[in-house]
């Protein structure tokens, strides 16, 4: 269930594929339907607000990922043999 300010199909704007969710609203509720077209030409006419748009949905989706991995119990888990960068 999402809450207040929560988003919704982000993957299409990303991948160009049809929508891969859908939601219904329980209760009356106000929204904002961005279509990808417009998205992109926002982010594409302002370098400073694309990038701002870009680093929070990257932020957004980020957490998404962090919220399945606590989810699985894969956050706690740590590599038994620690790996080194090589230069």
Do not use: T, W
């Amino acid at each position: 269930m999402l809450g207040s300010g929560r988003g919704l199909g982000e993957y299409g704007v990303i991948d160009d594929r049809p929508a891969s969710a859908s939601a219904q609203a329980l209760a009356p509720a106000r929204l904002c339907f961005l279509p990808r077209a417009e998205f992109r030409r926002v982010i594409a006419q302002n370098d400073r607000i694309g990038k701002i748009v870009l680093f929070n949905l990257l932020r957004f989706l980020v957490g998404r990922l962090r919220g399945k991995d606590a989810a699985s119990g894969a956050a706690g888990r740590r590599c038994a043999r620690p790996h080194r960068c090589r230069a």
